[in-house]
């Protein structure tokens, strides 16, 4: 695998595990196999950066550009695929804990759950992998807003109250606070 194709990868993975379990959300076994398989999955296409940033090379990826002279670009630092490393390794423990605390505790919206957690491993490996500020930026926001529902997950009024407060802080500072510097 390319060390570009990885980085797609480590964005894109996620992003296809979330439809995999919205996909398969009526069948439990299944929807959790998913899960299973998407988080190794996107632990080996990070891992796979490891090797060329050890040599000393720095993966990036231009996607798009916004608007000209505005791309959307990953880049490969150490720090970066450390902060990668941690976070994929982490959602295969934490996906095996989760399944058994869901299905253990019967807790509703299951589905919902886990692909807003997987989407927030993709907002995540964008950020872990953003080469620029406005790709920071873009990725912080849907990291927010993806795990709006993981805070708000259990329904009731304090949850929606701690919910409101998240997105008044995370998306209240980031708007006035870091876009301006970022545009700056």
């Known amino acids: 695998m390319t060390p570009e194709l990885a980085i797609l990868g480590a964005v894109a993975i996620p992003v296809a595990g979330a439809a995999g379990v919205a996909a398969c959300g009526r069948a439990p076994n299944l929807r959790e196999a998913v899960t299973l398989v ?7 296409a990070v891992a796979t ?6 040599a000393g ?5 231009r996607l798009f550009e ?3 002279g505005l791309p959307i670009t990953f880049a490969v ?13 982490l959602w295969i423990a934490s996906a095996v804990f989760s399944i058994g605390y869901m299905r253990g505790n019967n807790e509703a919206h299951q589905t919902r759950f886990f692909v807003c957690f997987a989407l927030a491993l ?4 964008g950020i872990a992998f953003a080469g620029n500020l406005i790709t920071l930026y873009l990725f912080y926001e849907a990291l ?8 708000t997950h259990h329904g009731d009024e304090a949850a929606r109250r701690g919910g409101r407060l998240y997105l008044g802080l995370l998306l209240g500072t980031s708007i006035m606070l870091l ?3 970022v545009i700056a």
């Not at 998407?38 to 080996?44: D, G, I, R, T």
């Not at 090379?57 to 990826?61: E, G, I, K, T």
């Not at 630092?77 to 994929?88: H, N, R, T």
């Not at 993709?122 to 490996?125: H, L, R, S, V």
């Open 66 to 68: 916004i608007i000209p």
């Open 122 to 125: 993709a907002a995540t490996m």
């Open 179 to 181: 876009l301006p510097a």
């Open 77 to 89: 630092e150490p720090l970066g695929l450390l902060f990668a490393l941690v976070a994929s390794s």
């Open 144 to 151: 927010t807003l993806v795990t709006y529902p993981l805070v």
């Open 49 to 54: 950066l490891v090797g060329p940033v050890l």
């Open 57 to 61: 090379a720095r993966p990036s990826l």
């Open 38 to 44: 998407a988080a190794p999955l996107l632990f080996l």
